[in-house]
């Protein structure tokens, strides 16, 4: 059966060819000798191996066959067109191996990369302007000569025109007529400070001999190089064929892998490993491919694969069954297969599958043990005012900050509960690494009242909170088999210590037993931690993804310019840079729109999303992102007074079906939308003050570091448009306007 291997150009595949060319692939993989394939060699083609096929009566898919030393020959399909232009292009193109480094491409010979045109910069205007962007020095600048590049593989001609651009937009456009996709990333990941010997690691690049008994054999070879898979994906079976070319939007991730990606997906790591990146660089994606890969090496593996809520897990689940809808996903905790939850559904079906919970032969159980002498029944949620009601009644003399609900939540979850600290004795004693706050001896029993308040008003009610849960759940596997054999978990900077606990117990320690996707620009809930202080070791063990395949250049800039001036930790307690990150796609300057008043702001977004619309945008591409739930309803019925139909989409709520979506920037956490507008950015809204005030002085740097986390969530949710709009002031988050240079 001939083996299907997918080219550059799926994704400009004409959507009314789609169901056509898939049946003429399927045929193809069953035996090139079926009847109406007309699978024919191209008359004066550059390439002896191009053929052309009959897809219609109208169009022809374009392919080369490799026959090499296998009984079935391969074929790499680079896409359907009308019949005479397949021809040219069939006659045109080349699947050649490249001599310096074995990487199979597709170039067409002689045709020069379009050179670069001058930009001149554009007045000023108030919707256009932008942060100040410090100077760039072009590569010659920096003493790169074309060798240098040619070494690594690029094209001579190509590598000669990239040498004088100083410019990051122009450079990324120039990059665009890349011979080969590796060409033009190795480029801009050159062009954006990386060194030639990273460049090399990054994409395998070495000067081994090719393998293989004959030319195909070594182009077969070199299409399956990590950088050649970047545009040239092998089809393994029908379904996969099948989802690839019905919905070409989405092969991408699920086939064309970056180089540091693919390594990630099966890498075997002895311990905890973790990936970082910045927002829309891949990280969920590794994941998922890591899953299948852990799945199909051991098809009774125990997987989970979990994140902090209930509807990321759920796109997690759909994103897997849209990679590989073979894989088996596991119903209950313990199973073989992919089980996949939010960790709080995880800690809730480990408690609930316990039994008795009350301890036998003298021993206290797992809730004593965690929460101290209480009722084993737990599983009713504690209501929300119960902090605020436990500090107004026993706050004693403490001052005002310290009994600040985020505050005593915060003590109770990153302290209290990891230690397992059940008295006042313990707490006066335990060390408090990384809490911003000190706390005299004085103050630690005025916190431990209100704690020991809480704890026995919640007893009382027979409730619990969910890190409460989580700690329990873990004290519950600490005396059990582990249900998993492999746990990887995405947005893991989100995460508490009690939940990371309960990670670490779901898995023995070993090989590849737990993999954590993070990013500590975007801890928009959890607190700075580091793992090693509660029992997880990843030191060494961590990966950076830095290529942004999410949103454009130009709306990562400026994105990247919301986190200037603030200093970001990771997991490891090390420092979080952005440095290296890049967009791989280029796209329209963000407009940034101050307004008089909020009828006038209502008119300017109901005017966005016309236009939008009348452009046949699809609604549920656009995405109006508030700071408030209150703020997003009345943004929602204001729009609907001003004629534009659109649904707010709450936490428990999924909104209506084509319409724009309004939603808090909490809410838009892990999601993307063609076209965005950040709503009501102004002084007053952003950063919450009532919020980060509230704090103690040692809590507030942290509290604001989450505030401009928040909108560079926010802001990176735009895969091509990004508008920006307040009333009055802006807020002191956004980037420093200036004119673009």
């Known amino acids: 059966m001939p083996q299907i291997i997918l080219g550059p150009g799926l994704e400009k595949l004409d959507g009314s060819l789609h169901k056509a060319t898939y049946a003429f692939l399927a045929k193809l993989t069953k035996s090139d000798q079926t009847a109406g394939l007309h699978i024919e060699p191209i008359n004066n083609s550059v390439d002896p191996r191009a053929r ?20 079935d020959a391969s074929y790499v399909f680079i896409g359907t067109f009308p019949h005479d232009e397949a021809i040219e292009i069939a006659q045109k193109n080349v699947l050649k191996m490249n001599p310096r480094n074995n990487i199979a491409e597709l170039i067409t010979p002689d045709e020069a990369p379009r050179a670069p045109q001058t930009r001149t910069a ?28 040619t070494d690594l593989g690029i094209d001579a001609s190509f590598a000669e025109g990239a040498l004088d651009i100083a410019d990051p937009d122009i450079q990324l456009e120039y990059a665009e007529n890349a011979p080969a996709t590796w060409q033009a990333n190795a480029l801009l990941d050159i062009f954006a400070g990386e060194s030639l010997t990273d460049i090399r690691e990054k994409y395998r690049i070495d000067e081994s001999e090719p393998e293989g008994e004959t030319e195909d054999d070594r182009i077969l070879a070199g299409l399956r190089h990590p950088a050649a898979q970047m545009e040239f994906a092998f089809i393994e079976d029908d379904d996969a064929l099948r989802a690839a070319i019905e919905n070409p ?37 590794v994941l998922l491919h890591r899953a299948r890969a852990l799945q199909r090496k051991n098809p009774q593996a125990r997987i989970v694969l979990t994140t902090y809520n209930r509807t990321l897990a759920d796109s997690l689940k759909a994103q897997l069954q849209l990679l590989d809808p073979s894989i088996p996903l596991a119903a209950e905790l313990g199973e ?76 109770y979850a990153t302290v209290v509960l990891p230690e397992r600290i059940t008295t006042e004795q313990d707490y006066l004693k335990v060390r408090r690494p990384g809490r911003g706050v000190s706390l005299n001896r004085p103050r630690r029993k005025g916190v431990w009242g209100i704690i020991a308040a809480y704890r026995a008003s919640t007893a009382a009610a027979a409730t619990t909170d969910y890190e409460e849960r989580a700690a329990i759940a873990t004290r519950i596997l600490e005396d059990s088999t582990p249900p998993a054999d492999h746990v990887l978990v995405d947005e893991g900077q989100d995460l508490s210590p009690a939940r990371f606990q309960l990670l670490r117990a779901l898995a023995a320690p070993g090989t590849n037993d737990l993999f954590i996707a993070e990013d500590g620009h975007q801890r928009i809930y959890g607190q700075r931690i580091v793992l090693k202080h509660f029992g997880i070791n990843i030191v060494g063990r961590a990966k950076r993804l830095t290529l ?12 990247l310019g919301i986190l200037s001036g603030a200093d970001f930790a990771d997991l490891a307690g090390e420092s979080e840079s952005s440095e290296h990150y890049r967009s791989a796609r280029s796209g329209p300057t963000p407009q940034v729109e101050p307004v008089k008043s909020l009828a006038a702001e209502y008119d300017l977004i109901a005017e966005h999303v016309s236009t939008w619309l009348e452009k046949k945008v699809d609604p549920e591409s656009i995405g109006l992102l508030v700071t408030t739930k209150k703020e997003g309803q009345e943004l929602a019925r204001s729009l609907g007074e001003r004629g534009v139909t659109v649904t707010f989409v709450d936490r428990d709520s999924a909104g209506k079906r084509n319409v724009p979506q309004v939603m808090t920037m909490h809410r838009s956490k892990g999601m993307e939308f063609a076209k965005v507008v950040l709503v009501g950015v102004s002084a007053t809204n952003l950063p919450r003050n009532y919020i980060v005030d509230a704090l103690p002085e040692g809590d507030r740097d942290a509290a604001l570091q989450r505030e401009r986390s928040l909108l560079y969530v926010a802001a990176t949710r735009a895969r091509d ?17 200036a004119t673009p240079d």
């Open 52 to 71: 052309t096929g009959r897809v219609d009566i109208s169009n022809r898919a374009v392919l080369f066959k490799l026959q090499g030393t296998n009984e």
């Open 122 to 149: 554009a007045a000023p205007t108030p919707s256009t302007q932008q942060p100040a962007r410090s100077g760039h020095k072009s590569l010659r600048e920096r003493e790169f000569t074309v060798d240098d590049l």
């Open 249 to 285: 939007s989405f092969a991408a991730w699920r086939i064309f892998l970056h180089p540091e990606q693919r390594v990630f997906t099966t890498q075997n790591f002895n311990g905890p490993a973790r990936i970082t990146g910045g927002a829309g660089t891949g990280k969920t994606v």
């Open 336 to 411: 073989p297969g992919v089980y996949i939850a939010g960790v709080d559904a995880i800690a809730y079906q480990v408690i609930a599958s316990a039994g008795d919970l009350g301890g036998t032969d003298g021993k206290p159980g797992p809730v004593v043990d965690v929460l101290g002498p209480r009722t084993s029944r737990i599983l009713d949620r504690t209501r929300d005012d119960e902090w605020r009601v436990a500090a107004e009644e026993n706050a004693g003399d403490l001052p005002a900050e310290l009994r600040a609900t985020s505050f005593l939540e915060a003590e």
């Open 548 to 559: 942004n395949y999410r949103t454009t250049e130009q709306n990562l800039r400026y994105a």
């Open 721 to 737: 448009e990004l508008i920006v709009v307040w009333v009055g002031e802006p807020s002191k988050l956004l980037p420093s306007t």
